[in-house]
């Protein structure tokens, strides 16, 4: 069982960062798959970045490349999503994810636990 905690959502303006951070319980956190997911209102629950166990492959939103940058410490259990840059439309709740075994990083079936989410609300 791993249980995630997102934190650092919050208001910012156009082209101001934030830096998202997932906590993981468990043991086995260097073995899961990591991703960043996103849902706005009336919208489908969309990819937006996902990390291999050992952080060798990532995988970004064509509209979030070179802004966002996905991270993880297996030390601290914790993954980090740093977002540069935010725009109006970057505005949803986030989620952290983690998938064990083969992840095909954008499906949302294939992760196992999620977070409850954390805000993002980017003004213009």
């Known amino acids: 069982q791993v249980q995630l905690v997102e934190s650092g959502g919050g208001l910012v303006q156009s082209g101001g960062s934030l830096r998202l951070s997932c906590a993981a319980s468990?043991?086995?956190?260097?073995?899961?798959?990591m991703g960043w997911f996103r849902q706005a209102p009336g919208k489908e629950r969309e990819l937006v970045a996902a990390i291999s166990w050992i952080g060798s492959r990532t995988l970004y939103l064509d509209s979030v490349k070179g802004r966002f940058t996905i991270s993880r410490d297996n030390a601290k259990n914790t993954v980090y999503l740093q977002m540069n840059s935010l725009k109006p439309e970057d505005t949803a709740v986030y989620y952290c994810?983690?998938?064990?075994?083969?992840?095909?990083?954008?499906?949302?079936?294939?992760?196992?636990?999620w977070g409850q989410g954390t805000q993002v609300t980017v003004s213009s």
């Open positions: 994810a983690a998938g064990a075994g083969r992840v095909r990083f954008g499906f949302v079936s294939d992760y196992d636990y």
């Open positions: 468990g043991r086995t956190f260097s073995s899961y798959s």
